[in-house]
């Protein structure tokens, strides 16, 4: 087995397509199907479970493709560290976010670390939101995600960045959209554009706790992978929507962002990680984090947990 095979074998198994694999590669298909099946052929296994319609891991290829994964990595490790020869700071790091909520956060972190520590590796996956992002960083597939406050999971490091609050976002044509501020109950009818229900949304868990609050259930008529997608849709007229402050920036034309007025949820948008990981770039780019990102004046008590919970 030839690590030229580890990095072919993985490309198709993170697309689980092989003609995409291959556009990634920067490859055929038909030499990128013949070196899978030499490697099947000198394991002895079958790696992928291949249909006319889709190409799925065999418990084989998962087993490989974990053991195939920190092979690749410790090679980039160890390539790194040659490159770095002891002139500074080196490794990789993974950061999970959002997408939106993180527009001018990230661009921010990743030139000042650039600047700072050029040896150490940004590694991003996007649309990881905020409750996917606390299970990710448990689990390790990640070292700092961006999450909102409070979070539930225990043995997290966080640092706060900014206050959030609930903006109601509406059809310019909507009929609440020449109101100054809204209400929750004033929503009561309406239908909701909003994230699926397994997507680790915190605004979808949110968006269903403060309806009940007020004695309804959201009614969702469409599910959308990201805020950009969302506001787009409510501009479609599809649907009213809430959102987080931190959105705002998308400034989708067709909308109209308007305050919601009552009691909410106090939130703040905030960086985790775990700080038992003992890792030296992991604790650089969170001093750089610390100093460049924005501290607010407050802090989240027990009773504003209670509002979430």
Not at 78 to 93: D, I, L, N, P
Not at 104 to 131: C, D, F, S, T
């Amino acid at each position: 087995m030839e690590i030229r095979q580890l990095r072919l074998f993985m490309a198709v198994a993170e697309e689980l397509h092989f003609g995409r694999a291959a556009d990634r590669l920067h490859m055929a298909q038909p030499p990128l199907s013949q070196q899978i099946k030499l490697l099947e052929k000198e394991l002895g296994v079958s790696l992928f479970a291949r249909t006319t319609r889709s190409v799925e891991l065999t418990s084989a290829g998962e087993a490989l493709l974990s053991h195939a994964r920190l092979v690749l990595e410790a090679m980039q490790d160890a390539e790194m560290a040659a490159k770095a020869s002891g002139s500074g700071m080196y490794g990789r790091v993974r950061i999970g976010f959002a997408g939106a909520a993180t527009r001018h956060l990230l661009p921010q972190l990743a030139r000042e670390v650039k600047a700072r520590y050029p040896n150490i590796e940004l590694v991003l996956r996007g649309n990881l939101y905020a409750n996917a992002a606390q299970e990710a960083i448990a689990r390790g597939d990640i070292d700092l995600g961006f999450v909102r406050l409070p979070f539930n999971l225990p043995g997290l490091s966080y640092r706060a960045i900014e206050d959030e609050t609930l903006v109601c976002v509406l059809p310019v044509e909507h009929e609440l959209a020449a109101k100054k501020s809204v209400k929750i109950s004033d929503l009561i009818d309406q239908p909701f554009v909003t994230f699926p229900r397994d997507s680790g949304s915190t605004l979808r868990s949110i968006t269903n706790k403060v309806c009940w609050d007020q004695g309804f259930t959201p009614r969702v008529v469409q599910e959308a992978p990201d805020s950009y997608t969302i506001h787009a849709m409510v501009a479609a007229g599809q649907g009213v929507s809430l959102a987080f402050s931190s959105t705002l920036n998308i400034n989708q034309p067709g909308v109209t962002y308007l305050p919601i007025i009552g009691e909410l949820p106090t939130l703040q948008s905030a960086i985790a990680w775990d700080a038992a990981s003992g890792s030296q770039a992991l604790a650089a780019v969170v001093s750089v984090a610390d100093a460049i990102f924005p501290k607010p004046n407050r802090v989240i008590e027990e009773q504003d947990k209670m509002l979430i919970d």
